[in-house]
């Protein structure tokens, strides 16, 4: 049974914007879909509620759940409320717009731009997988600098997925979703809690000792990668972990894209966090040694990708 998602209700007023209604939630955060008062502009607010840490009173308000959670809940609020700050500075056209934030109720809200677009996930989901690799080139490679300037500024996304991904009007993708964003490097014994998505998340992020680094977003974006291949996510890294039943990408899928393609999506997916890229930059080296099939432009590739998802070019 789908655990109730505790939620403002619509129509609460939060520093100059009412909240329109609830678009999810996970194990820190809910979701909202909002309007700024004074011009009527739709925004996503994120706020800050740890469920297994607080709960809400009937004021609203979000408070610990009792002494023993009350350090780890004041900690994780303060750690959003530095990493919504600096999320804020990070501009980005590969990056979801985080342009406010704000106390309010006992906890922090994130404020960012609404964008109308495809949802990866779901033209996923619709299309049972099979995507090009003129499409996987055309949209890893702008989620790869978004994602470099993440990691330039010290962050972790910690939750790539392609449910976490958008891609706008006219073909351009977008990275959103950082609700789950970490400083690095530390261990998670220094995080407030395990942020998991089964079969995108690598070992690390289920081992309370495990260190998280680029190499951690890496995993997720090669198996990101996979997932636009079979339709589905990956093997769950902690199965694999202890008997690895996923054919390499290159055998499975050797007769349908490049070997170089396949090549790097094994690599991001290595189990073993030292036999990973470390860097985004080695990364885009390794999945740029072979350019696309088709030659084409950077605008003819987007305008493909544009027709393909919503029927014009």
Not at 114 to 123: A, E, F, S, V
Not at 194 to 208: A, L, R, T
Not at 250 to 257: G, L, N, S, T
């Amino acid at each position: 049974m789908r655990r109730r998602l505790d939620s403002l209700k619509p129509g609460t007023r939060l520093d100059g914007y009412v909240l329109e209604k609830p678009l999810g939630g996970g194990g820190f955060s809910v979701v909202y879909r909002a309007r700024q008062i004074d011009n009527g502009q739709l925004v996503v607010i994120k706020e800050y509620m740890p469920n297994k840490l607080a709960r809400r009173n009937r004021r609203g308000e979000v408070q610990a759940k009792n002494e023993n959670t009350e350090s780890r809940f004041s900690r994780g609020r303060k750690l959003f409320f530095q990493e919504a700050s600096t999320l804020a500075t990070l501009k980005h056209s590969n990056i979801v717009n985080v342009f406010n934030f704000f106390q309010a109720n006992g906890t922090v809200y994130m404020v960012m731009e609404y964008q109308d677009g495809k949802n990866l996930q779901h033209y996923l989901q619709n299309r049972r997988g099979g995507l090009s690799e003129t499409f996987l080139r055309t949209v890893f490679p702008p989620l790869l600098d978004g994602l470099e300037l993440i990691h330039a500024n010290d962050l972790l996304h910690l939750d790539i997925k392609p449910s976490n991904i958008h891609i706008k009007h006219g073909g351009q993708p977008l990275l959103l979703d950082f609700g789950a964003v970490h400083g690095f490097p530390q261990s998670r014994l220094e995080q407030l809690g395990q942020v998991i998505s089964p079969g995108f998340s690598p070992v690390e992020q289920y081992d309370s000792k495990g260190y998280v680094g680029p190499w951690t977003d890496l995993y997720a974006i090669g198996a990101t990668m996979r997932a636009c291949i079979e339709g589905h996510a990956p093997v769950n890294a902690r199965k694999r972990q202890d008997h690895d039943t996923l054919k390499p990408a290159r055998i499975a899928f050797r007769k349908r894209y490049s070997d170089s393609l396949l090549r790097t999506i094994d690599w991001a997916m290595e189990v073993d966090p030292l036999l990973r890229p470390q860097s985004v930059a080695q990364f885009r080296d390794a999945l740029a040694v072979e350019t696309l099939l088709e030659q084409e432009t950077p605008r003819s590739a987007f305008g493909r990708l544009a027709s393909a998802l919503w029927g014009k070019g």
